[in-house]
């Protein structure tokens, strides 16, 4: 469904990934970041959060995948999104993000939740409002 | 993937002392550190993700690995059990693959909430050739020490 207004889609496109140690590797091989919280299980049982936790941006990915699926690179010029990470996706998690048109018209809600229901991520997508009119 | 010469100046400090909540100056300049857009990291990108849906050139979510790279490169060593609680990011350009990118890290504030201690990172990335802003991120990190 398109809104009239903007020719936006109403709904950001669902994307979604299991997380296994395999996943979590390849990201830290991507990011360079190898914080133990990430890959060893020892390090963290002892940690607060108990056991292993994918990288938050491993997460938040999922976001801009659903934004570049539902937008196909239309609108994403001078994009802008903020989130704030609510709970972490630990090891064997399978999480789903998706996004929701906003009143404005020129933002989403976004999120990423786990396979609880639960909101990992929370955010808002921000389209640039002179960019609108070019699509 | 780095230049040699920027990297060690984020090094000499990084290495001989762990970055700890206090030592961060608010306003202070971290580090600077080069990124190449490598076909390496779209190829791992798509693996992760998908790209059946992506054009050519640079999936936009890869400007949130870059930034990410930039702190890990800038801010270190750092206290194990740091929790990334925050991110925020604005898209200005996309970069070529093969581009080199010069990218900074300020400690733009610090504080105490709710028992823990706050950093907030701003990392702007730019193309190193014409130095055009291409994506500015800002990281909330809990920081662990």
């Known amino acids: ?135 | 993937m780095t230049s040699g010469k920027i990297e060690q100046q984020s090094c000499d400090l990084g290495d001989v002392e762990r970055w700890t909540f206090d030592r961060f100056i608010s306003g202070s300049l971290i580090g600077s550190t080069l990124i190449e857009l490598s076909p390496e990291m779209i190829r791992l990108w798509k693996l992760i993700y998908g790209s059946e849906h992506l054009k050519d050139g640079m999936p936009r979510g890869l400007a949130q690995v870059i930034i990410m790279s930039a702190y890990t490169r800038a801010v270190k060593p750092r206290p194990p059990g740091n929790l990334h609680i925050g991110q925020y990011i604005k898209m200005h350009s996309v970069p070529k693959v093969g581009e080199q990118m010069s990218c900074e890290v300020v400690c733009v504030d610090k504080f105490k909430k709710k028992g823990m201690s706050i950093v907030i990172f701003e990392v702007d990335v730019a193309m190193m050739s014409t130095n055009a802003l291409l994506f500015t991120g800002r990281l909330t990190i809990s920081w662990a020490g």
């Open chain 1, 1 to 135: 469904m398109k809104t009239a207004r903007t020719n936006l889609p109403a709904n950001f496109q669902n994307c979604s990934l299991s997380i296994s140690q395999g996943l979590i590797n390849q990201f830290a091989d991507l990011a360079g970041d190898y914080n133990p919280i990430h890959m060893d299980a020892v390090f963290a049982k002892k940690s607060s959060l108990g056991k292993i936790i994918a990288h938050g941006s491993l997460s938040m990915g999922l976001i801009w995948n659903s934004a570049e699926k539902s937008l196909l690179g239309k609108w994403l010029k001078g994009a802008s999104l903020e989130v704030r990470f609510r709970l972490p996706a630990y090891l064997g998690d399978d999480i789903i993000s998706g996004g929701v048109l906003r009143s404005d018209c020129q933002s989403y809600d976004v999120w990423v939740n786990n396979q609880h229901g639960d909101h990992v991520i929370k955010g808002i997508f921000y389209i640039r409002s002179d960019v609108l009119g070019e699509n």
